[in-house]
T-cell receptor
């Protein structure tokens, strides 16, 4: 079962910041949070990941709460091309391998 | 980021035939590759994990004799759907990770339609 819960959909105005929340209340101390997005009929695209510190790269920022039970992905200036399904994933170690268990994701629609 | 390719991007086949899908890591050595399946309007479901040179590990409910996985080199894994049936029609996506296992990089996916 997925260790994350996300709202099924969100809208965001073009040019505004998109803030996508994720709950992962059962996360373990050494499990990373990863964010990907999937544009229709394509493979997921890596965005960012973190353990407990906030992270920023050229695509987005990741804010992780101090208790690590939730996080927020921030797209600072959303464009129409950011319309996609965004997946928050907790990477788990099982059967000797790190695996992703995908949840249902958030369908973000950026509006002109 | 790292690049993963898949071939073919789409395939149509008759019921009962077998279909092979290739997954390649183009600019890094993939010690572990993963195969996922995605039905319309659903999330990705992990099917199996393969490590180079060893047998694949299948998730519960995935038939290993139906979905044959081979990871013969550090840059190539193949998924063969044997005796395909219409219910096997889906979007198949691979991903790859290097050493140490960190970020998974996904291929563009292969859309399979079984008639």
């Amino acid at each position: 079962d997925a260790k994350t819960t996300q709202p099924p959909s969100m809208d965001c105005a073009e040019g505004r910041a998109a803030n996508l929340p994720c709950n992962h209340s059962t996360i373990s101390g050494n499990e990373y949070v990863y964010w990907y997005r999937q544009i229709h009929s394509q493979g997921p695209q890596y965005i960012i990941h973190g353990l407990k510190n906030n992270e920023t790269n050229e695509m987005a920022s990741l804010i992780i709460t101090e208790d690590r039970k939730s996080s927020t992905l921030i797209l600072p200036h959303a464009t129409l091309r950011d319309t996609a399904v965004y997946y928050c994933i907790v990477r788990v170690f099982t059967s000797g391998t790190y695996k992703y268990i995908f949840g249902t994701g958030t369908r973000l629609k950026v509006l002109a | 980021g790292a690049v993963v390719s898949q071939h073919p991007s789409w395939v149509i086949c008759k019921s009962g035939t077998s279909v092979k899908i290739e997954c390649r890591s183009l600019d890094f050595q993939a010690t572990t590759m993963f195969w996922y399946r995605q039905f319309p309007k659903q999330s990705l479901m992990l099917m199996a994990t393969s490590n180079e040179g060893s047998k694949a590990t299948y998730e519960q409910g995935v038939e290993k004799d139906k979905f044959l996985i081979n990871h013969a080199s550090l840059t190539l894994s193949t998924l063969t759907v044997t005796s395909a049936h219409p219910e096997d029609s889906s979007f198949y996506i691979c991903s790859a990770t290097g050493q140490p296992q960190e970020t998974q990089y996904f291929g563009p996916g292969t859309r399979l339609l079984v008639l």
